[in-house]
């Protein structure tokens, strides 16, 4: 298992796609962050804080992640290995451990470089070291169990195709639904009283919690299942090669 997510991790970072991808992410962050005269912009808002960053990444996870998984199972299908992966003396979930926690690992990379926003905006406080840093650290709790939600919802699609870039589609429409619909849903007050609970199936309301610092085990419950489902949907999809 350990030999399997070691290959997929070396598999991303030997590629240029893989650098295109983190380089993009931090570039995009980094425009948003610093040069855009929009609110999100810390120099020209005047507050040394983040929020621009937790606000936003969100948004670049939904294309971001689906393009480091669409390669996961598709590749494996298209080119006739996934056969010869699954005779390994490997159980499918160990399979997908392997592949999901390469992936998580991923974002992680991806995450770390953003930490030189944090010192910046440290820096720039005034006085010096004025920001409230719990709730930054709090915030990037939430941002890496929304990419682990997104991680093993970009899996799952990975699993229903041998085609990458239906792959990486499927991921992207999946992860936003999860995230953003139940909001457009909630909106409408088409529920009545089951409206609060229609919002509390998506990412959004539980990542904005935890975005402002507050981790409630009840957010975490909800990451867990999330991932959990979308994990066992993946084994579903993979053992459906035998039916």
């Not at 298209?78 to 998580?104: C, N, R």
């Not at 139940?182 to 309301?205: A, P, Q, V, W």
Request: charged share 10%; glycine share 8%.
């Amino acid at each position: 298992m350990f030999t399997l997510y070691i290959k997929e991790v070396s598999g991303f970072l030997n590629s240029l796609m893989g650098y295109i991808v983190i380089v993009v992410f931090l570039i995009v962050n980094g425009l948003f962050l610093w040069v855009f005269p929009l609110e999100s912009n810390i120099i020209d808002f005047g507050y040394a804080n983040l929020d621009g960053l937790f606000l936003l990444s969100p948004f670049v996870f939904l294309f971001l992640v689906p393009a480091i998984t669409m390669r996961f199972f598709a590749e494996e299908k298209k080119s006739g290995t996934l056969e010869m992966l699954m005779t390994k003396p490997l159980t499918d979930l160990q399979v997908i451990l392997a592949k999901y926690f390469a992936g998580f690992t991923l974002v992680l990379v991806s995450l770390l470089p953003t930490l030189v926003y944090f010192f910046s905006v440290y820096q720039l406080g005034f006085p010096k070291g004025n920001l409230d840093t719990g709730g930054i650290w709090g915030s990037y709790i939430g941002l890496l169990f929304l990419g682990a939600s997104f991680v093993s919802i970009g899996l799952f699609a990975s699993s229903l195709t041998d085609n990458q870039i239906i792959s990486f589609i499927f991921a992207t429409v999946l992860c936003g639904f999860i995230y953003i619909g139940f909001e457009f849903i909630y909106g409408l007050d088409l529920f009545g009283n089951f409206d609060l609970f229609i919002r509390t199936l998506g990412i959004s309301s539980h990542y904005s919690y935890m975005s402002k610092g507050v981790i409630d085990t009840r957010d975490l419950l909800y990451f867990f299942s999330l991932i959990a489902l979308f994990m066992l949907l993946t084994k579903i999809s993979l053992e459906s090669r035998k039916w």
